[in-house]
C-alpha cells in the first residue's frame, strides 16, 4: 500500500509546472516546478456549475466551461469532459486514441485555467529566448505569429511557446516555457524546417510537430525581454511604443476568467505589465520575403533591451 | 441633462492610470469591455470618485484648467452620456 501511494518522479515540465502522471507526453521539457497531477477519468460531472463561456475554435469546434465551488469543467466537442482543480493542482482528461492532439489540449486552456484561479497571466501567444531572455510575439489571428516564431526556431532561437504563453508579473517579470510543441500550416510545414522537429501528427489544416529534445532546453522561467505585437504592412518596419498604446492590444490577446474577479485581477496585471516591459510593433506583409527581414528586426530589438 | 442631476461612477467598473501618460482606462467588470479615456477624461474620473452634480463637477473641471474652453459645458454632458451609454457611469436625475 505504501508503495503504491509514493509519488511517481515528474515526467518533465511545462508552463511552470512539474507534470506527475501515468500517461505518456511527447512534448514537456526537462526541469521541474510546481506539481500537477494529470490523470485520465473523462466522467461527466454531476454538476458542472455555472457557464462561464462557450469558446468555439477556428474549426468551428465548440469548447464550454463551467464553474462551481472553485473547480472547472470543460466540455471539448467531439472529445470529451476534462476537469481543473486548482486546490489539488489536477487535471483530469478524457480517454481518446488522439495522443498528440489531446496533449496539446491539455497543455492549453485547462492549464490556463488552473494558473488564472491563483493570479497570473496568459497570453495567446508565441514565444522565442533571445540572449538568455523571453521576447512575446503575439497579435491577431492569422497575423503569421507561429510563423515568425518557427523562423526565428529555425535561426537558432529555442522556441518556449507557440500559442499561449503564462507570464508573472514581477519584479522580475518572467515567462515559463509551455510545451515544445510546434502546430504548422501545412503549406509552412514545406518549406520553413526546425532542425530536429519530429512530425506527431496531422490534421485537416496543421502537421504537429515535437522539437528536438536536445533543443527544447528546461521548463525553468526566464525573464521577459520585451513583446512584440504583430500587425500587418505594406512594408516591414518595427517601433517601440509608448506603454498607453499598447494595452488595448494587450488585452485583446489575454486569457481571462470571465468574471468580474477574474477580469479586473488580469486588467491590473496588464497595465502593469504595459508599464514595465518594452513593447513593439512590428508591422510586415506575409511574404516569405518580409519575412527574412522580421526576423533579424525582432533579434535585434531582444538584444538591444 | 436635468439641472441637479447627480453623476455616479459604475459600481461594475475598474479603472487604472496609463502608465507614463495623463489618460487612463475604464475596465466594465460584466461585459469585459475596455475603454480609454483622455487626460480630460481621466480628471473627469478623478472628481467622480464621490458621487457629484453635474454644474458642481463643470465648476471642478474648469477650476483645474488654464483655459476652461466655452464648450465646455456641452463638451461635458456629451462626454457622460457617452460613459452613461457604455455603463461606466450612472446618472440620477435631481427632483
Known sequence: MAADQERRPPLGSVHGFAVESELRFRYLRDGGGEPLTVREDGAEPDAPGDLLANLKSRQGHLTQVYQRAGRFSLHMENVGWFGVAPETSTITVPRTPYGAWLEGAIWGLPVALLVLSRGGLFFHAAVVEIHRRAVILTGPGYHGKTTLATALAAAGHRLLAEDLVRCDVGPPTVVYPGPAMLRLRRDVAEWLVVPGAERVAEDAEKVHLALDPGRRGTGEALPLAGIVLLHLGETTSIERLDPGATIRDLWRVTLNIPTPAGRAQCFSDVTQLAETVPVWKLARPLTREALAVAVAMVIEAGRAT | ?95
Open chain 2, 1 to 95: 441633462m436635468p439641472a441637479g442631476t447627480v453623476i455616479r461612477r459604475g459600481s461594475r467598473v475598474v479603472s487604472e492610470r496609463l502608465p507614463g501618460e495623463t489618460g487612463a482606462l475604464l475596465l466594465h467588470l460584466d461585459s469585459g469591455a475596455y475603454h480609454r479615456v483622455n487626460g480630460l477624461g481621466a480628471l473627469i474620473w478623478d472628481l467622480l470618485t464621490d458621487p457629484l452634480e453635474v454644474e458642481l463637477l463643470r465648476q471642478r473641471i474648469a477650476a483645474q484648467l488654464d483655459d476652461a474652453p466655452g464648450s465646455l459645458e456641452l463638451d461635458l454632458l456629451a462626454f457622460l452620456q457617452d460613459l452613461a451609454h457604455r455603463g461606466l457611469i450612472a446618472l440620477e436625475h435631481g427632483r
